[in-house]
């Protein structure tokens, strides 16, 4: 019994992560640079206040916020790319296109690897006050780049339909 409500809570967790990274690739849509990049972090808070009720973990938006901009400086080196594809965003209808997709990609990818990193620090008993993001980097880079693969795949295959 006890196994197949684990089972249930880890099904539940990847269908929480699953729609919120959807929900992250919005905002690269959006035509005002930088902006996406608010939003996109208000996404993934919600996500962790969503697992961490999953998961019967306290929740403190301030921690929250704190661990979402830990593990996004992992990949810290790949921000000044990221503000020069949303400021491309600016220059009318081509600017737009070239940088939403891109940028759509990104915020999946991230928000991928920032929930897999809860889903892993909460399955192994952990909680939001004790998450050391550190301790994650190599893993949170590694769903990163996982989660790009997953989000551009279907970004393709959304593309190849409308063609």
């Avoid at 992250?24 to 993934?44: C, E, K, N, Y």
């Avoid at 916020?65 to 080196?77: P, R």
């Avoid at 990163?144 to 190849?160: P, S």
Wanted: proline share 4%; hydrophobic share 40%.
């Amino acid at each position: 019994m006890a196994k197949k409500k684990k089972e249930d809570k880890a099904t539940t967790a990847d269908q929480i992560i699953k729609n919120h990274v959807w929900f992250s690739t919005i905002p690269g849509w959006l035509p005002i640079p930088l902006v996406d990049l608010a939003a996109v972090t208000a996404v993934q808070i919600d996500m962790i206040k969503q697992l961490c009720e999953l998961y019967d973990k306290d929740y403190n938006s301030q921690k929250g916020k704190s661990v979402v901009l830990a593990l996004f400086s992992t990949i810290g080196g790949r921000l000044p790319a990221y503000a020069i594809r949303s400021s491309l965003k600016s220059i009318p209808m081509i600017g737009w296109a070239l940088g939403g997709a891109s940028l759509a990609a990104f915020a999946g990818a991230s928000t991928y690897a920032t929930g897999v990193v809860f889903k892993e620090h909460f399955d192994q008993g952990g909680t939001l006050k004790d998450i050391n993001p550190e301790s994650f980097k190599e893993f949170y880079k590694k769903q990163f780049m996982k989660g790009k693969d997953i989000v551009e795949d279907v970004l393709e295959k959304d593309k190849d339909k409308e063609e």
